[in-house]
């Protein structure tokens, strides 16, 4: 049986400074999220800066995060890391704080080959203390994971699916058909952009940025998608474009993401925009222009 | 209104040796894939090999194919090359064969900035006789049409739509919906992966290879989604999954997939298996793998 | 023996409009190079635009050049193509018009493998009529011609040598000391920012873009490298340096560089700065910028 | 005037096991390389594997060495890491053990911009109690520390050089001669196949991981490239091209290189060839190789 399957916000994390978080504003997201129906989290993603993150707040955060959701739906912790210890210490800290389990990208620095990351990953699963989600973000990490390094590792007891944040149909497809009678794997989209007509082919769910924002619109077209509703999906994936063309293009580089994403929350009363160092939220002519477009989208009243 | 819809095989181009078309095979191709319902032919893209073919072989694909087909489907013609003056003339030549559109992805030795794709196709719209594709193949040629340069072309009286070959669903998906209003502006899928599922979100069709094997099955594929039945889509998908992950893997190099589409219809008695120079066709090893996988998928006959 | 060493400019063509030579100024733009004491010209580079031009320009051109030219210097003709047949006819051609050799690029627009490019250069170095040289240009056809692959090629009676514009010192360094005791094998330095130091170690010259402009500079280079006279190549390379940081930095486009050299050249009265179409030259703010530096370098007098 | 100029190795990190130092290992190779007379010794580069290192083992790694050293040349420590305040800590960490210089890369997870990478550079060179030193990884990090950033960061008081491993000529070679008038800010380079000529051309030394093996040689190649001994370059980097040709090129990922250092360096009887979790030793297959060639290069004897 999937461990999770559905709506699975990648949490960013609110911050006062880079050493401290907004804790005020975690519960309020938290809370947010949650009223929009998710179905899991999933902490210190990329989305979470996690890599970024000094390790005292990232235990902070899960710590917090699990405490607030007391076990109304499940967390998945990032553990991504170049250092393979600080992977496993965060690991036993999560299952402490109850979460039900970790994602890990590869690791970063060297650029591992696919039979290093069938290394890597096996590893990691025989050592970590819960199910192990494989996270695929080559942009981030310069190397994908092949197809045939996820059915390999799809054999491991305690490697319980994939989230791919490629971006690349072709991969996520073909992971998807290689592993679409293994009950006990779930495939989950990362760009929201794509997350409905991946449901409604039989994906498992998505880990959609934007349901940090509008976590309702993305449980709706979810629901809509196993219910198999094409018009409803075409709809809702409408409004899920027109939000990511108005938000998350503004701001230059790779970061952009983020930024667009906390400045949106922030104006929306939620958390704060701090980022982790060294980044810089939005400005206030980009932060200006976050707040007009919240309210094109309704989600900001014009004042 | 848009010029076509649909299932638009890219054609592979038979040869019988470097210089010389495969003209009974190019017959029987023509035949096959229209048996199978497709909507119109796509000549001279990347699986046809068409910068790599001798001019004068480009223009007698196009003539006798023009021949063969008689009017039952619109042709689409490939125009790209790095000689503007040799885009025109295809496309001259094109039109007094009788084709419908062409279809032109950028230069691809120097690569061009974004302004200078805008400039590129608005003077390549201006000057050629019928209407104009984007072909978006980033893998080729180093650049990928920025959806904004996309928006701005779709403007142009004579740009008919975007041939979309990068596989980057969220790219997809923007462009789509940025011109979800244009009522004239065609949008195709190129990776056959996943063609379903775009047209079940409301695109207007493919352009897949695989459809110079088996048409019938992209056919009903794109009538399920315009249909939006979704039962039948993801059946339909998950065979082209299988056509995908049995006979485009095999081989090494950036060429393969075309080595194993021609390799798959030389095995089924429709057309030769030799390539434009330099490439040479799959050697024995390979090609009966491609025949025991046909076998497989009962495309052929164990014997 | 080596067939050429030495300072060779990658010419670049000189053109009245897409169609025509602008054939005074090719005139005056070899007289120029030839005043000073090049040791070879190299037509149809990348720098020559040559995957863009029509096909007739590039035969004039050729043919021009050797009638001007007329056994001055040798003359390498470069015959790069995605069409294995269009560079076998430019290589007659230029074989025809008494050039010495010829060089080639691997095919750009199907991305070749090391095993494909043995081949292709197998194949091409068999049958054309004059010696071959390998021509590493990754930036622009997406793969580099690896050292073992090199190593190979250099066995082939008719491979006479390598130009490496990969700017990857580590390669061109592994080629230089793989193929050291070959006593007829060329390798010859692309980027002119690095030929000063190779030259002294042992290389055995540059192909660089600027000698179109300062060709004596680079003559003087060369010679003071031979001569092992490292003071005299550190001041001269800097001026180098100097020119490239003035003139090759303006523009945004991969092709700035052959903006920069024609718009350079038109200025000093040598040629036109028409590019090949699509190709735009410089606007009049970035052509006063490049008279001004022209000026700060000398080249040009303040008026 | 500059920090430090000459032979700088990247030193690997001799590890028991993932968790601990190779203490006695690391003694004999720093005594190693001293006895080979360089002039300073970087820990904690990619050579050193930092980032996948557990913090502990960083910090007693500087530690020790520092003690071992007893400031008999100065020490370089990198800090790079994406969390700003572990780059923090191990700097004043590595100022208190009598630390000489930083050394740091680009946070290697989210791809900065230039504007971006000279907030985190001024920053980081704000903060940390020593001078820091750019270090230009882009194969690694993803992003190239463009010329016009370094020399924008070379005006900040703290900022003393630049590390290039790009192995990008016409960059490093940009950066040296935009540079040249200021006397404090010294440019090393990386990849030891080029150290020779650039120092010949006036580069203050490079941080060649070769010098781990055979620090002799590298010292006795800076000393005659800075006497302009053209002949004697020429003979010394042959012999650094035959070690790079014969050691690094055995095994596949993007780590050989590290663990075909570490491999002769145990084959020598110096330190372990331990890597940091999760890469493994080279297999027995690939050991032998290695053995074989250090017999050859004289290195081992043939027992």
């Not at 949490?11 to 899991?40: I, K, Q, S, Y």
């Not at 990208?105 to 192990?132: H, I, K, S, W």
Request: aromatic content about 6%.
């Amino acid at each position: 049986m999937k461990l999770i399957k559905g709506v699975v916000p990648p949490m960013v994390t609110p911050l006062v400074d880079n050493e401290h978080l907004d804790e005020r504003g975690l519960e309020r997201l938290v809370e947010h999220v949650l009223a929009g129906g998710v179905h899991g989290l999933f902490l210190l993603g990329t989305t979470g800066e996690a890599p970024d993150l000094p390790y005292e707040v990232r235990r902070r955060l899960v710590q917090r995060t699990s405490e607030i959701v007391a076990g109304r739906v499940p967390i998945l912790v990032g553990v991504t890391d170049t250092v393979f210890t600080e992977s496993l210490k965060l690991a036993e800290f999560a299952k402490a704080c109850g979460a039900a389990g970790l994602v890990a990208a590869p690791p970063y620095y060297f650029a591992a080959g696919q039979p290093e990351l069938v290394d890597y990953y096996t590893r990691l699963a025989d050592r970590v203390p819960l199910p192990l989600y494989l996270y695929n973000m080559p942009s981030q990490v310069k190397v994908s994971i092949a197809v045939q390094t996820v059915v390999e590792l799809a054999k491991h007891p305690n490697v319980a699916g994939l989230k791919d944040s490629s971006g690349n149909i072709g991969y996520f497809n073909a992971c998807r058909y290689a592993l679409r009678n293994d009950p006990d794997f779930a495939i989950l989209m990362g760009p929201e952009e794509a997350m409905g007509e991946v449901v409604l082919m039989g994906a498992d769910g998505g880990v959609a940025g934007g349901a940090n924002l509008f976590p309702k619109t993305f449980v709706d077209l979810y629901d809509a998608a196993v219910a198999k509703d094409v018009d409803r999906v075409r709809e809702l994936q409408e409004r899920v474009m027109r939000v990511s063309s108005l938000i998350y293009g503004i701001g230059h580089h790779n970061s952009s993401f983020v930024k667009g994403v906390k400045c949106a929350l922030s104006l929306m009363g939620i958390c704060s925009d701090v980022l982790a160092a060294p980044r810089e939220p939005f400005n206030a002519r980009d932060r200006e222009l976050v707040r007009e477009r919240l309210v094109e989208l309704g989600a900001l009243s014009a004042q």
